[in-house]
C-alpha cells in the first residue's frame, strides 16, 4: 500500500477574523473530530449562552474558552481524499508574534484569513510579511464571514485586490482566494448556493490542488548532532536528518571541524536500519568519528554546506524590549549554540508597511525587520534558506529568552 501524502499549514490572520473557526470546519466537514469532541463544544457554548463555535475545537483550556482567544500554537490533522494535513494555528495578537513564527517555521503552505468586513489590517499585513520571510509562498487567501457582508461579490473583490497588491509586493501569489463563511460552512465541503457569483475551488478543492515542494530528500546530506550516547555497542550519534538520504557505508564530513567519518550502522530505536532520508530520526555509528558531538552537523562529503563566522540574515525582532549595538547574543540554529554579536543593522523595516525606516541604523524596535550582519563566536554550520530552509533558519536568545527569528540570506 502507498503511503499518503502529508502537508503541513499554518493557518494565519488577525485577531477575530476567524482561524479558529476555520480550523474547527475543516475537522469537522471531513469528519476528523475525536466522538466526544462536538458534545464537548456544545455543552461549553450552552454553559456560555452562545451558539456553537466551532473555534472551540482549537481552545483546550477554560481559561482560554473564557477569555475568547486561542493563546497558543496549537497542532491537529483533518485528511481529505487526497492527502493528510498537519495544520498548525498561529495566534493573530501582537503580543503572541513569537508563537506564530515559530508555527509558520514549521508550516511547508499556509492559509491567511481575512474578515470581509475589516478587511486588511495592520496585523495582517505583519503576518503575511513573515509568510514572506519564511517563504511560504505557496498559499491559500480565505476571505471569511462572507455572511456577514450579504453574500456581496464587489465586497470580496475589493478585499481580494487590496490583499493581493500588498501580497504581490511580498512575491507571494494566492493560488486562491475563496470566499467564505466558517460558521455556516460555505465553501468548505461543497460549492455555496448563496454565492453563485463564485466560480472558483472550494476550500478543500484549493487545498488538494497545492503541489508540494521539492523533495527535501533529494537535497545534499545535512543532520545536526543532537546528542551522542555512549552503548555497548559503540558511540551512538543521534540526531534528525533535516535534507538528504543516509546509508550504510556513506563517506561523510563532520563539520566544522571538517573531518571525514564513514557510517557504519544506522540504528532506530534499538532496531537495525540500512538507510534513513529527510524527516526521520536516527542514530549512527559512526568510523573514525572524530570527537562528534552536539551541535556538529553531518553533511554529504562532496557537497558541503558553507561554515563561517560571519553572515547575512533578515532578522524580525520581537521582544518589547528594544535592541541596540554591543549587545551580547545567543545565536541558535537547529542545534548550534554560540555567542553572537550583530554588527551592523543595514536596514530597518516596518514589517506592516515594508517601508524602510532607517538605513545603516542603531536601534530595532518590536516587529521590526533588520537587514543585518551577523557574527558568531565560532564558526557554525549553514545554508542559505532560500536553498534549504532547515538549515537557514535560527533565533537569537537574550538572557535565555528568545527576542528574534531570522533567515539566512547571504554568506560572508
Known sequence: MAKRESMKIVIVGHVDHGKS????????????????????????????GRPVEFAFVMDHLQEERERGITIDTAQTFFRTATRDYVIIDAPGHREFMKNMITGASQAQTSILVVDAREGMMEQTRRHAYVLGMLNLRRNILVINKMDLVGWSAERFEEVRREITAFLRRLDILPAAAVPVSGTMGDNFAG????????????????????????????LPLRLPVQDVYEREEGRIVAGRVESGTLAEGDELLLLPAGRAVRVARILEFGRERRAAEAGESVGIILEGDGGAARGDVLSAAGDRPRVDDVLAANLFWMSPREFRPAERLTFRANTQEAPCRIEAIRRRIDSSTLECIEEDAAVLRETEVGEVRIRTGRRVAFELFSAIPEMGRFVLERDNDIVAGGIITHGA
Open 21 to 48: 473557526t476555520l480550523i474547527g470546519r475543516l475537522l469537522y466537514d471531513t469528519g476528523s473530530l475525536p466522538p466526544d469532541r462536538l458534545d464537548v463544544i456544545r455543552r461549553t457554548c450552552e454553559e456560555m
Open 191 to 218: 460549492r455555496s448556493e448563496r454565492m453563485p457569483w463564485y466560480g472558483g475551488p472550494t476550500v478543500f478543492e484549493a487545498l488538494d490542488a497545492l503541489e508540494r515542494d521539492a523533495d527535501i530528500a533529494a
